[in-house]
């Protein structure tokens, strides 16, 4: 991994527009720039991100016209994140170096097919992907309640994805949500596919398509998950990946992941940093074993367990039914009392 501010600079100037949609995510992609209010992401068009080389510099450069700053995109996640020590900018730019968000190329002939299922399958499926702003996933997670969707690179949208009938050697095309799966060092292992409804949202589906299993996984999943956030000392773990971003509409600065299920769930790895672990519980027999399963492993690793339960099925379904406020009601009591003033974010 680079080192130097030089060399972070030029791997971020790379994935410029990656950099941009995840720290600037109140901006738009205006031709070769991205266009925001400033460096600390104010909705707006004064400040321009240049996301490729043209003939007036390279890419990653940025200029604000009302303020006259300017920069690189080292300077885009120091302000974003209101860091002031280069050391945390320099671990932050590695660590979203490190994230499964490669840019879209063009199909290389010579390339061989990978393995049906296989990582470098979902690598290659997750890159032809495009991020969720804008698209039929940011309408379907809306849709279910979830606005908050800061830091969900992880989170791609396929237009036609392929999906074969479980009694089927046929195959047909549905619009995607594509959810990368990796281990705790950012290494790319599976993606996780849910198909979605064109037609939009209904209660008896919920906004996925139409079909026998909306929701599949392939690649490796034992012991990964789907990320949101980086986990330092504190993390949350759940099945579902609407469940997670449901509690992360009241905790949006805690790192969460993914499990896919209640089997996975249980073999979730931990960051060797990780000293309190809230277990997002399915309200389930499923949901209790593997709450049970993980309370066993965290203490023997000297972890501190909490149990975070919903009053309906699961987190998702109380955001639905009973509110924002009644979520963030029913999470505060269930929290450490020194990650209320941390993480819990203030009603509206």
């Known amino acids: 991994m680079a080192q130097s501010p030089h060399d972070l600079a030029r791997r971020l100037a790379e994935r410029a527009e990656a950099v941009c949609r995840h720290y600037l995510s109140n901006g738009r992609r205006h031709g070769n720039y991205w266009q925001v209010g400033d460096v600390r992401n104010a909705p707006g068009r004064s400040m321009f991100v240049r996301l490729r080389e043209t003939p007036k510099g390279p890419a990653g450069k940025w200029t604000d016209g009302a303020t006259t700053e300017h920069g690189d995109l080292l300077d885009v996640i120091r302000e974003a994140l209101g860091r002031v020590d280069f050391k945390d900018v320099a671990e932050e730019a590695r660590r979203f170096l490190a994230l499964p968000h490669p840019e879209p190329t063009a199909p290389n002939r010579a390339t061989a097919p990978a393995a049906t299922g296989s990582p470098e399958a979902s690598r290659r499926l997750f890159a032809m992907a495009q991020p969720i702003l804008g698209t039929l996933v940011e309408t379907y997670l809306r849709n279910r309640g979830i606005t908050v969707l800061h830091g969900t690179s992880s989170l791609r949208f396929h237009p036609r994805c392929y999906y074969r009938p479980d009694d089927s050697s046929t195959?047909?095309?549905?619009?995607?949500?594509?959810?990368?799966?990796?281990?705790?060092?950012?290494?790319?292992?599976?993606?996780?596919?849910?198909?979605?409804?064109?037609?939009?949202?209904?209660?008896?589906?919920?906004?996925?398509?139409?079909?026998?299993?909306?929701?599949?996984?392939?690649?490796?999943?034992?012991?990964?998950?789907?990320?949101?956030?980086?986990?330092?000392?504190?993390?949350?773990?759940?099945?579902?990946?609407?469940?997670?971003?449901?509690?992360?509409?009241?905790?949006?600065?805690?790192?969460?992941?993914?499990?896919?299920?209640?089997?996975?769930?249980?073999?979730?790895?931990?960051?060797?940093?990780?000293?309190?672990?809230?277990?997002?519980?399915?309200?389930?027999?499923?949901?209790?074993?593997?709450?049970?399963?993980?309370?066993?492993?965290?203490?023997?690793?000297?972890?501190?367990?909490?149990?975070?339960?919903?009053?309906?099925?699961?987190?998702?379904?109380?955001?639905?039914?009973?509110?924002?406020?009644?979520?963030?009601?029913?999470?505060?009591?269930?929290?450490?009392?020194?990650?209320?003033?941390?993480?819990?974010?203030?009603?509206?």
């Open 171 to 348: 195959t047909e095309t549905w619009p995607a949500m594509i959810a990368a799966v990796t281990d705790l060092d950012g290494t790319f292992t599976g993606v996780h596919r849910t198909w979605l409804d064109p037609r939009g949202f209904s209660e008896a589906t919920l906004g996925r398509a139409p079909i026998d299993t909306p929701r599949r996984a392939m690649g490796g999943l034992l012991g990964n998950a789907v990320r949101f956030g980086v986990p330092g000392d504190v993390m949350a773990a759940g099945e579902g990946i609407e469940t997670v971003l449901s509690l992360r509409c009241v905790l949006p600065e805690m790192a969460m992941s993914a499990a896919l299920s209640a089997a996975h769930l249980v073999t979730i790895r931990f960051p060797g940093t990780l000293r309190r672990l809230y277990i997002v519980r399915d309200n389930d027999p499923a949901g209790d074993a593997a709450r049970d399963s993980l309370i066993e492993r965290a203490n023997a690793a000297g972890i501190e367990a909490i149990v975070l339960s919903p009053r309906l099925g699961d987190f998702n379904e109380d955001l639905r039914m009973l509110g924002m406020d009644a979520l963030r009601a029913e999470t505060r009591v269930q929290l450490a009392p020194q990650d209320v003033g941390r993480f819990l974010a203030l009603a509206a």
